[in-house]
């Protein structure tokens, strides 16, 4: 008997899971279901091409033929309000019946609500989604001043957008620095420079009073000046999506708690992206989400299971003409040393080693730099016995690659 194999949720964790399974079950029906118009497109686009066709197939994770091929369907419009895990039932917001024997849940995150006095203004806008964007994008075309509230990556991917497109731009951190989870103090304050040059305000260790105007907003106060803008955009981090499960019998936590095997604690479910918690982490990742997509999808359709192995978090920024990455863990409260390389053109490489291991980099490069430092992170290859006060960091990977090359041999 050919197995139902239902996904809610129709992110890039839900697109890499359907393919999985499909590739051990060929006969089994595979349904994915999603509240939004359209199939499944790239989230990541609404603020790095804000002002590009987001309905074109560009932004789509696969074409229409790729789904058509591999038979796999995709329910849009079809928001799933319920899960009966008894009955292993999904009910729809139209009341239909939806019989399942594997499912996994991949309705991914949400945002942070801002909470400041005028945030329910006319002009005030937070995007997730892509009809969010369209309807930003509609009101500014006549505005010229946009404040973004957040200065983390979508921030100021929407702000760079944003300027390119003409506007005049203020961005306001509440942090003492923009991207205080991915850079340190000497890159976060070389990207703060670099957007100021373009003509942007930025505020950092700002307080945040109210969004001002009468039906609709006029200014936003801060450190008690209110600065005028015709409209406000906010990213202010983000949460899993968990209305689904609040009232039925899986355990959460900060996310839907999943083992190693995506499993969670209801019967014939899975979990995966950035609604899960594993091993009490929510990554929220791009990356992330697709293996994890990809191991929950496998172990629905096999009986030889297969463990997630976390993927290395990878930030790629490329905003204001400053390409970077930052890998790994790049807080220097958590590791035992870091080697810094600087020169006169601007790069900037940190090198953060922890128990003699490379863990983590932060590079004013482009990301086809990364993949020396990433296969370091992932072989954990040691340090020890390098002399590091004397070596350059490039030194430092060029020995690591000559022990390898050694040990192969």
Request: charged content about 25%; glycine content about 8%; hydrophobic content about 40%.
């Amino acid at each position: 008997m050919k197995k139902n194999y239902c996904i809610i949720g129709t992110g890039v964790a839900a697109v890499h899971a359907a393919k999985a399974i499909r590739d051990l079950d060929p006969d089994g029906h595979i349904a994915v279901y999603g509240a939004e118009q359209g199939l499944p497109y790239n989230r990541i686009k609404l603020s790095k091409d804000l002002f590009a066709d987001l309905h074109s197939e560009k932004v789509l994770i696969k074409k229409g033929k790729w789904y058509d091929k591999q038979g796999i369907q995709v329910f849009p419009n079809t928001r799933i309000e319920r899960i009966d895990i008894e009955q292993h039932t999904l009910v729809t917001a139209a009341g239909e019946r939806l019989d399942y024997d594997k499912l996994l849940i991949c309705t991914g995150a949400k945002n942070c609500k801002l909470t400041i006095n005028g945030a329910d203004k006319q002009g005030v806008f937070s995007i997730r989604e892509r009809h969010e964007a369209d309807a930003f994008k509609a009101y500014i075309e006549d505005k010229l001043h946009v404040a973004i509230v957040g200065g983390g990556i979508q921030g100021l991917e929407t702000a760079w957008s944003l300027a390119k497109a003409g506007k005049k731009v203020t961005v306001i951190e509440a942090a003492p620095r923009l991207m205080a989870r991915q850079l340190d103090e000497r890159v976060s304050s070389r990207l703060k420079e670099t957007i100021e040059a373009w003509g942007a305000q930025v505020y950092v260790q700002a307080s945040i009073q109210q969004i001002v105007g009468e039906e609709s907003v006029t200014g936003i106060m801060v450190n008690n000046e209110v600065i005028p803008c015709d409209s406000v955009a906010y990213a202010i981090g983000v949460i899993p999506n968990l209305d689904l499960v609040l009232d039925i019998a899986i355990e959460t936590n900060r996310g839907i708690v999943v083992n190693d095997q995506m499993e969670t604690s209801g019967t014939d479910i899975y979990a995966a992206g950035d609604v899960t918690e594993w091993r009490s982490i929510v990554d929220g990742l791009w990356d992330c989400a697709m293996e994890q997509g990809k191991i929950a999808g496998h172990n629905m359709a096999s009986t030889e299971a297969r463990d997630y192995q976390r993927v290395i978090p990878l930030t790629v920024f490329n905003a204001f003409d400053l390409p970077m990455f930052t890998m790994g863990v790049v807080d220097e409260s958590q590791c035992d040393m870091t080697m810094i390389e600087e020169d006169e053109t601007g790069k900037y490489t940190r090198l953060f080693i922890k128990n003699n291991q490379i863990v983590g980099v932060i590079s004013l490069e482009s990301v086809v730099a990364a993949q020396p430092y990433k296969a370091a992170i992932d072989s954990q290859a040691s340090v020890e016995g390098l002399a590091l006060h004397q070596l350059t960091i490039q030194e430092v990977m060029r020995a690591i690659k000559d022990r390898e090359c050694t040990t192969v041999k």
